[in-house]
């Protein structure tokens, strides 16, 4: 069974992802310019695909009144102690408002006081019942008028004479070959999960906090291209209800839990006196739960014993639970009588700039270091903790601009049929392949290496020169090995796409992780060897780009207002 | 993970790409013969409920795999009523307990009605 059918699609404005970012490119580049084609490649379904697909119960990025964006910068600049991209932050906050308001209109429910004003839930919050978000972004992008294109994977970015002119897809239902040519293309695909070993085992590996589909593919192509990113070493650690891997937010803001160790103990509090990231609360909240575990005071939980059985309160947050985190309502169906404490502890890392910052270096127009490259959502870097909302601003900033910049002299470019072959040879080799590795075994190879030697789970995200050469050695064989994956099918095939975008990632963050001879970001990146944060030196980003003739990483540092 | 209850499921009658075929966003379901949906390796399913709120007959819950908790018996139902959702958990003694939440602006829905 190989592959044969190629599809060749032209358009104007080719969104990669119809996430939160991708959904709101689409709209406002039809919004602005209703003539110009605009087309979403989006890997599932646009109705149900990616992070969203599960629903929301809370958007966290909002400014409530007295809140203004420079207040807003404040915060994440704490949170992430200093090493932030200012503009951008500045730019999503500035939008934050006006993008929540937008998805209220089109179907959202939020919750609001009696005077008419959201309700905030913790600081910067707001409790919406968002079950059907994706659905209601997806209508949203159909009224626009956008073209969907389902089922179809992106694979690389056709690159000419130094500009993005399209992208090639894999249909992964059919094994169809797309080359779709475009004047300009937003990246909107999210971030990376599997890159490491998953907190659980068996029938509970894809009982993770981030999509299990998001695999990187957005970086990767990226990557491969020879765009520049940033801040591959922050990974993103979450402090999650252990099994389930559910958000503890809506547990700890929404329902008033308490964070305690194996002795009832509010730890947080004997930390919080003196230990110097305190102000930086979700790192601070991971780190004092490793500490208490380190300490013999563990397991940690957090404690809903306060919820009476059968209360008003109970029944919110079980409403919560579904419109978020359905196996989380699961777990806690079976404790009518006994156990109200919750285990938690730390996920495996993924690879985002949603919560994190990893992702493509931009300007704040979200211009990516390729001409006609655009970034915007979890694929974008150097402006943490714009989860939803601050994704949905990105993705209309990232259309303005593609809109401004293909408006003038850029025409849809004529492809060199040799990049064609060469890219649709390389998608379809693992199906001629009869012999070689399947992409389940390579990707439990790549997840066992990241976890032992880069800083997963089991190494306590604690990371050292030595262990990271051994990692840095054992992923370049596995990218060679690469060339012998072998699939029996279309769903297969995908598969082995996957991995390969995973093992690309997984390189840069080593190699990024390798750089940072300090230790800035509790468990996202802990240097046994380098344990103290050292602003002399490394207040800056570290950056990398791959030369696309060699394969070799090379790293750059930036300053924090180049 | 997800259990399809063949004794509901109808097969989306004689429909080409079944509902929780369409919407699974891991393209984890498949059909084999007969057109009666499968689930690929259960191990890969997201327990994101796609699928158990899309289909139109409520055949599809989900459980969590015993791995994660010893009383797996508890699972979770859910179905589209207009722009509400109304959620059906059963604990493992066979109690349940339902909510009806509402998931699009009334004004919103009734505009596109």
Redesign the interface.
């Known amino acids: 069974m190989v592959t044969t059918e190629v599809i060749n699609i032209d358009t104007d404005i080719l969104i990669i992802g119809g996430g939160a970012a991708g959904c709101f490119a689409a709209v406002e580049a039809k919004t602005r310019e209703p003539e110009v084609r605009c087309m979403i490649m989006e890997k599932a379904h646009i109705d149900r695909s990616g992070c969203l697909a599960m629903g929301l119960n809370s958007i966290n990025a909002y400014l409530h009144p007295g809140q203004t964006p420079e207040s807003y910068l404040d915060y994440v600049k704490g949170e992430f102690m200093d090493v932030v991209r200012e503009d951008l932050v500045l730019s999503i906050a500035e939008g934050l408002n006006d993008a929540v308001k937008r998805v209220e209109q089109w179907g959202l429910p939020i919750e609001k006081d009696d005077e008419g004003r959201y309700v905030p839930r913790g600081k910067r919050g707001i409790r919406v019942r968002g079950e059907r978000l994706k659905p209601i972004l997806a209508e949203a992008v159909r009224r626009s008028g956008a073209e969907v294109l389902n089922r179809v994977a992106a694979t690389n970015l056709i690159v000419s004479e130094g500009r993005v002119v399209g992208a090639f897809g894999l249909g992964v239902r059919d094994g169809r070959f797309y080359v779709i040519r475009a004047k300009g293309v937003i990246v909107a695909t999210g971030g990376a999960s599997g890159v490491y070993k998953p907190a659980n085992p068996g029938d509970g590996r894809h009982l993770i906090w981030y999509c299990p589909w998001n695999v990187g593919t957005g970086y990767a192509i990226g990557i491969r291209a020879g765009a520049e990113m940033t801040s591959f070493e922050n990974r993103f650690v979450a402090l999650r209800v252990k099994g389930v891997q559910a958000p503890t937010g809506t547990l700890a803001l929404g329902a008033g839990a308490r964070q305690v160790n194996a002795r009832g103990e509010a730890y947080l509090d004997k930390y919080y006196k003196d230990h110097p990231i305190r102000s930086a609360a979700t790192y601070f909240r991971l780190l004092a739960t490793m500490l208490e575990n380190a300490a013999g005071r563990g397991p940690c939980y957090l404690d809903l014993s306060h919820l009476d059985r059968g209360s008003r309160e109970e029944r919110r947050f079980k409403e919560d639970l579904l419109n978020m985190s359905p196996t989380m309502a699961l777990m806690w169906a079976g404790r009518n009588g006994g156990d109200r404490r919750l285990e938690i502890a730390g996920s495996e890392p993924y690879v985002v700039g949603g919560h994190g910052e990893a992702g493509y270096w931009i300007d704040v127009s979200r211009r990516t270091t390729l001409p006609g490259l655009y970034a915007a959502g979890d694929v974008a870097g150097g402006a943490p903790k714009k989860y939803v909302s601050g994704s949905w601003v990105e993705g209309r900033i990232a259309a303005g601009t593609a809109l401004e910049e293909i408006m003038g002299s850029v025409s849809t470019t004529d492809i060199d049929t040799g990049i064609v072959e060469a890219e649709r040879g390389r998608v379809t080799a693992p199906l001629r392949r009869d012999s070689g590795v399947c992409p389940q075994d390579m990707e439990e190879r790549l997840q066992g290496l990241m976890d032992e030697h880069a800083g997963g789970v089991s190494a306590r995200y604690e990371l050292s020169e030595e262990r990271l050469l051994v990692a840095r050695g054992l992923l370049a064989r596995l990218r060679d090995d690469t060339e012998s994956l072998r699939a029996s099918g279309h769903h297969e095939l995908v598969s082995a796409m996957e991995v390969v975008d995973r093992v690309d990632v997984a390189r840069v963050v080593v190699e990024h992780l390798l750089h940072r001879k300090e230790t800035r970001w509790p468990c996202s990146q802990s240097r046994l060897d380098y344990p103290e944060r050292d602003d002399n030196r490394w207040l800056k980003f570290v950056n990398s780009v791959m030369d696309t003739g060699t394969g070799d990483i090379r790293l750059v540092e930036r300053g924090l207002l180049e | 993970?997800i259990t399809i209850d063949y004794d509901i499921c109808n097969r989306c009658g004689d429909a080409r790409e079944k509902r929780c075929e369409?919407?699974?966003?891991?393209?984890l379901i498949?059909q084999k013969d007969e057109g009666w949906p499968v689930v690929?390796p259960?191990?890969?399913?997201?327990?994101?409920?796609?699928c158990?709120?899309?289909c139109p007959v409520a055949a599809i819950s989900?459980?969590?795999?015993?791995?994660?908790?010893r009383?797996a018996?508890?699972?979770?139902k859910?179905s589209v009523r207009g722009n509400k959702?109304l959620?059906t958990?059963?604990?493992?003694r066979g109690?349940t307990?339902e909510?009806t939440?509402?998931?699009?602006?009334k004004s919103?829905?009734q505009k596109?009605d």
């Open positions: 993970m369409r919407i699974c966003p891991g393209n498949t690929r259960r191990e890969d399913c997201w327990a994101c409920t796609a158990v709120k899309d989900l459980r969590l795999p015993p791995q994660i908790k009383d018996g508890a699972s979770l859910a959702t959620w958990i059963t604990d493992s109690k307990e909510f939440l509402e998931a699009v602006r919103v829905s596109e």
